[in-house]
């Protein structure tokens, strides 16, 4: 999968040059797309680290990834104590990791004292505390309800190795470094090269969540989502494992608003610090696959892509403007109903409706799907992708 | 090994358990019966921290093998000072898993394990509680072998280890019965309470459990809480008898068969091996619910 991820720009470069390249450009999201995929996926991943794993959902997760990103905002803007604003990106995302876990030592103390609904409830009063403080604190801008922009650096925000210039990229849309003639022949433009450098982070974060959810602290996790008062009786205090869980996930999700700033280079309290923020996080979850820790990515970029091609985008693909272009002028008058068009059918029913739809295939995936993408996918092989699928070709080789 | 005494909880105006002292020997397999409500799960419960006595005292001597901190978890002794100097250690209050990391594991009247993981993941867990290596985040806990190996031979103790791989919803009531005393054992522990681990069994499968029993409490101080009174007049060293929440018989399990005042609160004319008189009737189907307060 990292490599179906790696090769994505290349593929959909070469299959827009195509023949195909109209229904490509409608169907396949686009790069600057999958970068909003790798970051927020991150955070969908780390809700799925707290709830999908104790089975405690934490509905005011948008507190770590609002923090996160106001971290990474604020020290460029050379607004936090200490720091000016020509703090490395590096040092910055670390940093907005470490405050985001221990804000979630914060809310976590308090919040495990409580389960159920009532975990959710209290994590979503936190989060809703924070986000109508951050809307009318003067100190983060001006107009604190319109957010933060970085202004204090005008360069990219450079992810890479410390110290080795070589290994440092800068990322942003229009900040980015463009890389060309790299082994020759390969030429990346700023969102590409964005997407590889994000891409890195949220693969070495991944691989640490995954580390933890095999270890034997991540069975115990597993063992008080099944069933917490065995767990107690067998030995586990289960409150710290909780909070444990709690404090990494809230670090997790604190590198995702980071990366999310980094990319776009703004931040507001409804995209940062807002309870649907966390909402978003749990469709993706759902989607994807609760308790299985990549789904959420897929799920994100399976919710990515149907938004994408649903939602009316200027040059942008999407299934609007492909079948304005493509459906003949004949069929596009044809009256259906009572006066009404197909050209105005499409427009009444694709215009701006993308959210209804997704909505729908929403309740759809609760219904018929509920393990998610990735969980019935590996109910399905009896196993996990990365060994099934090996030992499904080499049946199919084998006859 | 674990003694109380005069431990009372109420319930509002409720005394579920009356004033008691009871002491547990370490080589003892002793018996807890009762009507259903008598309070003996509140007693559990009390013995295992869930609940707080209202009054009195829970002592536990830990076995000479057992030293400090090898219960692993920070902050689980109760009290630095730790054993007094007679080894006695006050456990009144302690948190549920600080009395299971002192040795006191207990199964439940109805199973209470972990559902959708394997039966061999379920015994794991408990083993590796008991090693202190749950707060470990970066090993593979596919590589820590010495608990799956541990769990493997509490699987052959229980009789389930060609089953290993199964979910535990997939076993039958027996079977499960079977692992909920795994799952306790597997936290290595010193005193064993063992709440009607034949709660439903089937009187074929009976038996097994019986086997199992007597098998755990040759290692073990077991405290046993069962209706069936065949089995207490068969494997018990020692019967308790509880009424209303106060002890109303302590002694050998003959001399309590023939005690009137437990006849007549409890046994209502029992003779050993009459299976189909009004008691014995009674007590399959009272061990069917789980009717006791609390």
Known sequence: MVLAFALYPGVYALLADSGLSTEVVAVLPRIETLVVVLFFGLFAMSFDFISGYTGYLSFGHAAFYGTGAYVVALGANGKLPALGPETPFMLLLVLAGVAAAVLALAIGSVSFRLSGVYFAMITLGFSQVLYVFVRDWDFVSSAPRDGVAVTGTLEGFRIGVPGVDGLNVAIGQLTGDS?????????????????????????????????????????????????????????????????????????????????????????????????????????????????????????ELFDASVREFLSKEGGGGGLLPYLRANVGDATLATELYNGLTVAEAIDTFLNGHAALYVGLLFVLFVLYVPNGLLGTARDRMDGTLAKAVPRRVRRWFDG | MLRTSGLTKRFGGLTAVDDVDFALESDELCSLIGPNGAGKTTFFNLLTGVLEPTEGSVELRTGAGRVEGDDGEGGASTGDDGNGADGWRDITGAEPHEVASLGVHRSYQVTNVFPNSTVLENVRVAAQAAGGDGMNFWRNAGQLEEYIEEAYAILDRVDLADRADEPASALSHGAKRQLEVGVALAGDPDVLLLDEPNAGVSSESVDRVVDLIEDVATDHAVLLVEHNMDIVMEVSDRVVVLNQGAVIADDEP?????????????????????????????????????????
């Not at chain 1, 590409?192 to 991540?218: K, T």
């Not at chain 2, 005690?259 to 008691?279: F, K, N, T």
């Open chain 1, 179 to 299: 890389i060309e003639g790299l082994f020759g022949f390969i030429n990346l433009s700023p969102t590409e090269v964005s997407f590889y450098a994000i891409g890195a982070v949220v693969l070495v974060c991944y691989l640490a969540m995954q580390r933890l959810v095999h270890s034997p602290f991540g069975r115990t996790l597993i063992a008080i989502r099944e069933n917490e008062e065995r767990a107690r009786a067998i030995g586990y205090n289960t409150y710290a494992y909780k909070l444990g869980a709690f404090v990494a996930s809230g670090f997790f999700a604190g590198i995702a608003g980071a990366l999310f700033v980094g990319f776009r280079r703004s931040v507001t309290p409804e995209n940062g610090f807002y309870f649907l923020v966390a909402g978003d996080a749990l469709l993706v979850s759902i989607i994807g696959g609760f308790g299985t820790l990549a789904g959420p990515l897929y799920g």
């Open chain 2, 254 to 294: 003959a001399a309590v068969r023939d005690d009137p005042a437990v006849q007549r609160a409890y046994l209502g004319g029992y003779e050993p091996g009459s299976a189909d008189d009004g008691a014995s009737s009674d007590a399959s189907t009272g061990s069917n619910d789980g009717g006791e307060p609390a």
